[in-house]
Nanobody, 122 residues
Framework: VQLQASGGGLVQAGDSLRLSCAAS????????MGWFRQTPGKEREFVAD????????GYADSVKGRFTISRDNAKNTAYLQMNNLQPGDTAVYSC????????????????WGQGTLVTVSS
């Protein structure tokens, strides 16, 4: 089982990034996908999630209107489009998978992988 996040980098405030999460080793289309982020000394924070079919999404208030989560089940990949990035968005972003109803708690996700670092300069 593997979830590999990629697409992070160093950007300026107002810029955009698109993160990808490539899944392998499990039936991707059966799992809800979530994105979380974490900064040193802070708890991991829910960012967004998407249901198995991509028909329902949810967002943290802090990113609503700026971030968009999507998925391509044919490619076993989930995405996080991040627009108008702000310094407060600086974090390591990780993707996770859950076979169950929506949850904003990382501990309820059963599959996760290494994250990708997003750094936003002012």
């Amino acid at each position: 089982v593997q979830l590999q996040a990629s697409g992070g980098g160093l950007v300026q405030a107002g810029d955009s990034l698109r993160l990808s999460c490539a899944a392998s080793g499990f039936r991707f289309r059966d799992y809800r996908m979530g994105w979380f982020r974490q900064t040193p000394g802070k708890e991991r924070e829910f960012v967004a999630d998407i249901d198995r079919n991509g028909g329902s999404t949810g967002y943290a208030d802090s990113v609503k209107g700026r971030f968009t989560i999507s998925r391509d089940n044919a490619k076993n990949t989930a995405y996080l489009q991040m627009n108008n990035l702000q310094p407060g968005d600086t974090a390591v972003y990780s993707c996770a998978a859950r076979n169950g109803p929506r949850s904003i708690y990382f501990s309820t996700y059963t599959k996760w992988g290494q994250g990708t670092l997003v750094t936003v300069s002012s």
